[in-house]
């Protein structure tokens, strides 16, 4: 009686999604911390009025044009106690048409490393860590709740099983005792 009771009831079969629900809002606080991955690529090319001085390194009649092209990548993760920190790093290519350029291409490359840490708003981790600490007490509740109407249930069910039990017991002692009384 009680497995039929606990496969038949639908609201403990909704219920017991709860936990569920609640580990996925848990992911999606926990991934506030997850690593973010950037990246970047660029290009421009800059045509300039038609030379009028030899001094602009370009034959008399040819436009001077510069082109760069620029890549970037990174990684950034936000840490516990407010803080992000972050590597990047790019390299950029850059050629002209002028005579007077002394490297043609030009490459230049960069990396750096930061970290930024607030002092006032939105520092420590008891802050930072509170939406994550509220999820997972939201996920032990949702347990503790299915586990609550299980046990209410298998009660409910033994409740009504034995006041069956002890109707059919009485029914049957009134049909034993008609008969006699007759």
Known sequence: AIDIALSRNLGLAITRYSPTVAADQLLAAEAAFDPVLSSALRARERLSPQASSVLDGVAPGIQPQNTAQEAA???????????????????????????????????????????????????????NLAEIAKA????????????????????????????????RARKALMDRMAPRAS
């Open 73 to 127: 990548l990174g990684v950034a993760k936000r840490l516990p106690t407010g803080g992000t920190v972050s590597a990047n790093t790019g390299i950029n290519r850059t050629t002209s048409n002028s005579a007077n350029a002394l490297l043609n291409p030009d490459y230049t490359s960069e990396a750096s490393l930061n970290l930024r840490q607030p002092l006032m708003r939105n520092f420590g981790a008891n802050v």
């Open 136 to 167: 997972r007490l939201f996920v032990n509740q949702t347990r503790l709740e299915v586990r609550r109407e299980v046990l209410d249930l298998i009660a409910e069910t033994e409740i009504r099983y034995w006041a069956l039990a002890s109707a």
